[in-house]
């Protein structure tokens, strides 16, 4: 799961064209930390997750809704 959150932020950090470097300066949050993130080798703190989406202009809701499987029961 935590992968599959990685997978979609970068997918839609790209589809803005904005750079690990643009969204860490976005987000006070280092490059080094978004890439694990990225990656699924990191979890974002809800804190850090509310920046994130901030800095890209999504909804949270909407973001974290889009990571549930529908089949996943």
């Known amino acids: 799961m935590v992968s599959d959150f990685g997978t979609k932020l970068r997918a839609k950090r790209q589809l803005q064209k ?7 300066e976005k987000t ?4 080094s930390l978004l890439s694990e993130i990225e990656r699924g080798l990191a979890q974002p703190s809800m804190s850090s997750l509310k ?3 901030q800095a890209m202009d999504l909804s949270m809701f909407n973001f974290v809704e ?8």
């Open 66 to 73: 889009e990571q549930t499987d529908p089949n996943e029961n």
């Open 18 to 24: 904005m750079t690990l470097k643009q969204l860490s």
């Open 51 to 53: 920046r994130i989406v």
């Open 28 to 31: 006070g949050l280092s490059i």
